[in-house]
């Protein structure tokens, strides 16, 4: 927590027996842990009070059914390419075996020459 390694710790004990003397130092030593304690258990509580009041477990519960939800809508989503690229193929297949039958255009020959001769019979009428 406080990143305190062995050289610290023997440092600060030798410097509270000097201060404290050794009759003093086991009752200081003991208060200071009782102390300590004391305030992990507060930090402790008031953690799980914030975590109840913001509401953290529910967050995390959302980001993860999030999470899900978004790989479910990508698994969708290639099923549904799949699915796309197998109903192309099979109607391919269905158009080779029974090829749709060719509809024969009216000849456009035909249409011209009467519209051709309604637009000299009128020409000749207006003259």
């Known amino acids: 927590m406080f990143d305190i390694g062995f050289a610290e710790l023997l440092v600060i004990a030798v410097l509270g027996l000097l201060i404290l003397g050794p009759e003093r130092l086991p009752g200081a030593i003991r208060t200071t842990s ?3 304690g004391r305030l992990r258990r507060s930090f402790n509580d008031i953690r799980s009070e914030i975590e109840k009041e913001v ?3 529910e967050i ?3 980001l993860h059914n999030e999470s899900v939800l978004a790989s479910l809508k990508e698994g969708k989503n290639s099923l549904d390419q799949e699915l796309n690229k197998a109903g192309k193929q099979v109607s391919e297949i269905e158009n080779s ?4 039958p060719k509809v024969n255009k009216p000849a456009e020959s035909a249409s011209t020459p009467s519209e051709a001769q309604t637009a000299t019979d009128q020409d000749k009428q207006q003259s």
Do not use: C
Not at 97 to 100: G, N
């Open 34 to 36: 009782l102390w300590i």
């Open 55 to 57: 509401g953290a477990d």
């Open 60 to 62: 995390r519960r959302q």
């Open 97 to 100: 075996i029974h090829p749709q």
